[in-house]
C-alpha cells in the first residue's frame, strides 16, 4: 500500500508563514508528479502547486509569489512553503502524488488526509 501524510497545517495571523510537509511510504517503484491541493468549506478542491519529476512547477494565480513548492526525491517528500497568508488561504490542504507501485504497475493518483489551515487574526 502507499500512503501521504501530512503535516505542518495550523493557525496562523494574517501575513504568517506556514511550511506543510508531505510524506509518501509504502511499496513504491518511482513517484512523477506531486503536488498541493486545497479545499475552502463550501468549494471545489482546487490545485494549489504541482511540481515535476524534473522539476517544472505549476502555481494557482491566487498564490503566485507567496507559496513555494519543492519535494526531496531521496526522501519522498513534497512540501509547500507559504508566506503572506491570507484569510482566504483557509482551506484543508491535501498532498497528492502520481506514484508508480512497480515496475509494471500502472501510474495511481494517490491523496493524503489532509490538514488544516486557518488564517486568522
Known amino acids: 500500500q502507499v500512503q501521504l501524510v501530512e503535516s505542518g497545517g495550523g493557525l496562523v495571523q494574517p501575513g504568517g508563514t506556514l511550511r506543510l510537509s508531505c510524506a509518501a511510504s509504502?511499496?513504491?517503484?518511482?513517484?512523477?508528479?506531486m503536488g498541493w491541493y486545497r479545499q475552502a468549506p463550501g468549494k471545489q478542491r482546487e490545485l494549489v502547486a504541482g511540481l515535476t519529476s524534473g522539476g517544472t512547477t505549476n502555481y494557482a494565480d491566487s498564490v503566485k509569489g507567496r507559496f513555494t513548492i519543492s519535494r526531496d526525491n531521496a526522501k519522498k517528500m513534497v512540501f509547500l512553503q507559504m508566506n503572506s497568508l491570507k484569510p482566504e488561504d483557509t482551506a484543508v490542504y491535501y498532498c497528492?502524488?502520481?506514484?508508480?507501485?512497480?515496475?509494471?504497475?500502472?501510474?495511481?493518483?494517490?491523496w493524503g488526509q489532509g490538514t488544516q489551515v486557518t488564517v486568522s487574526s
Open positions: 509504502g511499496s513504491i517503484f518511482n513517484i512523477y508528479g
Open positions: 497528492n502524488a502520481d506514484i508508480k507501485r512497480s515496475m509494471y504497475d500502472y501510474v495511481g493518483k494517490y
